[in-house]
T-cell receptor, first 112, second 113 residues
């Protein structure tokens, strides 16, 4: 069945460090891929999404490229700030499918 | 403004008791979902619905029932609450278009004692 893999459960960085969060997916279909961000005490909110293979999504300095060849959708940011501390979820929704599958989440902590 | 509202925001229940979590959306979305959030497991789908008066099982439906009496409302029911159901529960809604991202509520923190 469909699955989304995020191996990094926790990431700790200092301000201005480079961020890379790994995400790979498995499906037989043609998914739309998402990154969600969840701040403490809130619900997940959409950070960015990409519908078409080989396209890049970006928002608030974060980027992710839909790589169909390696079935990956890694999240990157050049220079993180303390306000970026949150939990980040990779997710996918397959074409014609009502279900959205989420990864296990990555808790990002930025030290000032 | 698009919104998904959950109630209550937190609840303490006793083992074996009945718990109902409610969700209301004002987005005119066809799809509604209930997810459970646990550390290390991320968000796991319990039940979902794509039309009023119909519900579907998600990936972890055991111990939960769902009800969709109208397009706007979707409830999650724990008939016999257990300790293992202590978690944060999120409701979400989405358009039918598979390119659309679901919109989440603020969550309900449930503690079963």
């Amino acid at each position: 069945g469909d699955s989304v893999i995020q191996m990094q459960g926790q990431v700790t960085l200092s301000e201005n460090d480079f961020l890379f969060i790994n995400c790979t997916y498995s499906t037989t279909g043609y998914p739309t891929l998402f990154w969600y961000v969840q701040y403490s005490g809130e619900g997940p909110q959409l950070l960015l999404q990409v519908t078409t293979a080989n396209n890049k999504g970006s928002s608030r300095g974060f980027e992710a490229t839909y790589d169909k060849g390696t079935t990956s959708f890694h999240l990157q940011k050049t220079s993180v700030q303390e306000i970026d501390s949150a939990v980040y979820y990779c997710a996918m929704r397959d074409y014609g499918n009502e279900k959205i599958t989420f990864g296990a989440g990555t808790k990002l902590t930025i030290k000032p | 403004e698009a919104a998904v509202t959950q109630s209550p925001r937190s609840k303490v229940a006793v083992t074996g008791g009945k718990v109902t979590l409610s969700c209301h959306q004002t987005n005119n979305h066809d799809y509604m979902y209930w997810y459970r959030q646990d550390t290390g497991h991320g968000l796991r789908l319990i039940h979902y619905s794509y039309v009023a008066d119909s519900t579907e099982k998600g990936d972890i439906p055991d111990g939960y029932k769902a009800s969709r009496p109208s397009q706007e409302n979707f409830s999650l029911i724990l008939e016999l609450a257990s300790l293992s159901q202590t978690a944060v529960y999120f409701c979400a809604s989405s358009e039918r278009d598979s390119n659309q991202a679901p919109l989440f509520g603020e969550g309900t923190r449930l503690s079963v004692l």
